[in-house]
């Protein structure tokens, strides 16, 4: 299939929501943890956290134009505070249903199944069973003009991750951790194991050096 | 292991950078297009790509501080068309050595054995053997002020996928086309097949889907 602009604009709006949702990859399967200024825990399932830089430790992700009541942006700018947890393969379908439009005050973790903690002195809460679980607080909230979704930016200041699932190099081998990985709007998978290639440099071949 | 913040920052530089990489999750592996106004031809291996809309259809990914010359970025704002092409997994050892330091005028192309092809009368050139090619205009180019990288937003304008992994409904069966995952910064992985679920609605059990 070759399709323009144009082609892609006469589409039917809900296959070209799964379509163009699919065709930029293999996304990270994540959840993020939130409570409000008023107490009330909040969950839902985001497919487009991203790495923005290890030093200070940054992570973005992007939020759905704001016109219209989002709990967790709501909970995120008012308290400042946010968890990311990694979602493995024994939570997707669970995970998926926080994509539900609960009311205000329904908690997703109780609604769907999902076991929350506390860690630390953090107040928003993370998934008991990721294992890769991420205390984030706000740094930038940016407007996207084109089409006026967000970037959301936090600063890493609490990250617990399972010591047997981190390689001596600090490489996190997510597969052998069962961390999940989502298509489009609603496929998962798990991941086959991991090959790790040197650091690349001109004339030289590459090395796979795990495993 | 549970890390603070200052924690993150008493890493050494490296394993820190490995470590923060992975901890994000999956990724998609993407190889991004250009050429130079000049007519130098560009191929780099990003794995930032992230979906942004689909009406108008958008794409995003994450271009690191451009203080230093960086090739795609200085072609994408000169001449304002790209290409963001999937690695699969036959791909990802040639689209790994993408991150070598090549001097300007070597074309990746060829120096990493990619084969590259031009699709109707777009400007930037596209990966053969890509399943899923995608040519953008951008639209955005937007500062992080966190950490001084830039979200770089594009309108999909071409669009190639083969018809035998779309699903009636639009969805696209990345595993079945087998496009590859990133996880941190050197490791690729293959998918197993999908899960596919139904939308999800409060009080209503999830169905699968798919297969």
Same sequence: chains 1, 2.
Avoid: W
């Avoid at 200041?157 to 709007?185: C, E, F, M, N, R």
Wanted: hydrophobic fraction near 40%.
């Amino acid at each position: 299939m070759l399709l323009t602009g144009e082609d892609i604009g006469a589409l039917e709006k809900r296959y070209r929501g799964r379509f163009i949702n699919a065709v930029t990859g293999v996304k990270s399967a994540s959840l993020i943890g939130t409570k409000s200024k008023g107490g009330d825990e909040n969950l839902a399932l985001f497919s487009s956290v991203v790495h923005i830089g290890a030093h200070p430790p940054l992570i973005g992700f992007v939020m759905r134009p704001v016109h219209v009541e989002r709990h967790t942006y709501k909970n995120i700018v008012s308290t400042g505070h946010y968890t990311i947890n990694g979602v493995t393969d024994r939570m997707h379908e669970r995970a998926h249903q926080t994509s539900a439009k609960y009311p205000a005050g329904t908690s997703e973790f109780e609604a769907c199944g999902i076991e929350k903690v506390y860690l630390e002195k953090f107040s928003a809460p993370f998934c008991a069973e990721s294992a890769v679980k991420i205390g984030c607080v706000l740094e930038d909230d940016i407007a996207i003009p084109a089409n006026n979704t967000r970037l959301i930016v936090g600063r890493i200041v609490l990250l617990s991750v399972p010591g047997q699932y981190v390689h001596a190099d600090g490489y996190v081998d997510l597969a052998a951790a069962s961390v999940a990985a989502i298509t489009g709007l609603d496929g998962y998978h798990s991941l086959n194991p991991v090959k790790r290639y040197s650091h690349a440099e001109p004339e030289k071949k590459l090395k796979q050096t795990f495993p």
